[in-house]
């Protein structure tokens, strides 16, 4: 098995703004006969948060997890578009920019509503994605279950220099290293752009893009949370019939967080290797 190593963090201008994003594994050896993968995270995770999943992935792709607009070390600005458009727009530009041909997407939650957007919209070079527990929210559909204070206190808590203590009462499952990164992180997701996004849950209708969707798509979705209940499954099966579907038991929405095995189980050879 190839070895797996963080090769190094690196920005790129696409799209007209700075996009960041981490590096691992590389493109050698088995690694450079398979697709390379890009992760995008979801709402308010940089993508050092994501860092121990890049890991698992660099041992067998050329991996690349992205800092979404807004969020990590990418562009954030007041006034910039945080639209879904505008992040899907970012993930097609940024493979290009990176002169991917062909590669694999791993979306949570938000990036994976991202990643459905770009494949509809048209993205050249996704070979396949796999959208992990996107919001089913939207126009005339049930509320997103996480509640928006969640967000805005964590964020303004973290931007206030919040220990790893303190994040427990955010995250009360997570371990010790989980809640160090992610207090050490937070602050680093604009609350416009969690703002935008949070909104766009509830304005963008992503079931309208599945039946343009060309791509072979997984769709992993936890267990536990209440974000991709059974019926939400099953419509997604009726708008995109070759969709695959696989739930990941005694898991919530941060699936990996939860039950970080299962979730690598969970996407079989689907990227062309187990995991």
């Known amino acids: 098995m190839p070895d797996s190593q963080f090769l190094y963090g690196a920005n790129v201008r696409a799209n007209g703004i700075r ?14 006969s398979r697709d390379p ?28 997890v992205l ?32 002169g991917l041909a062909r590669a694999s997407v791993v979306g949570h939650s938000m990036g994976a509503r991202i990643g459905l957007r770009a494949a509809r919209i048209g993205m050249p070079a996704m070979a396949r994605l796999v959208a992990v527990d996107p919001p089913v929210s939207g126009p005339g559909r049930r509320p ?18 919040m220990d790893w203590t303190a994040m427990r009462e955010f995250c009360p499952t997570w371990t010790e290293e989980q809640l160090r ?6 602050h680093t997701c604009d609350e416009e752009a969690v703002l935008a996004s949070f909104e766009g849950f509830h304005t963008d209708d ?7 969707i060309r791509q072979p798509v997984l ?38 967080w939860d039950n970080e095995e299962g979730f690598y189980q969970a996407f079989g050879t689907f990227l062309g290797v187990s995991i």
């Not at 996009?19 to 450079?32: C, M, V």
């Open 67 to 98: 800092d979404v607009r807004g969020r990590g070390l990418s562009t954030a600005a007041p006034g910039l578009d945080y639209s879904l458009d505008a992040q899907a727009e970012d993930l097609i530009a940024l493979a290009e920019a990176l």
């Open 206 to 212: 992503i079931h309208a893009d599945l039946p343009a």
């Open 181 to 186: 990164l992610r207090a050490e992180w937070l």
């Open 37 to 64: 993968v890009i992760v995008v995270p979801g709402i308010t995770s940089p993508a050092i948060t994501w860092g121990f999943v890049g890991e698992r992935l660099g041992r067998h792709f050329d991996t690349y």
């Open 144 to 161: 997103y279950p996480a509640k928006l204070p969640w967000y805005v206190d964590s964020m303004k808590a973290a931007r206030a220099g």
């Open 219 to 256: 769709l992993m979705t936890a267990e536990r949370g209440g974000v991709v209940e059974d019926a939400d499954v099953a419509e997604f099966g009726q708008l995109l019939a070759s969709m695959r579907t696989v739930r990941v038991p005694g898991a919530g929405h941060m699936i990996p």
């Open 19 to 32: 996009q960041h994003y981490l590096r691992y594994g590389g493109a050698d050896g088995e690694r450079a």
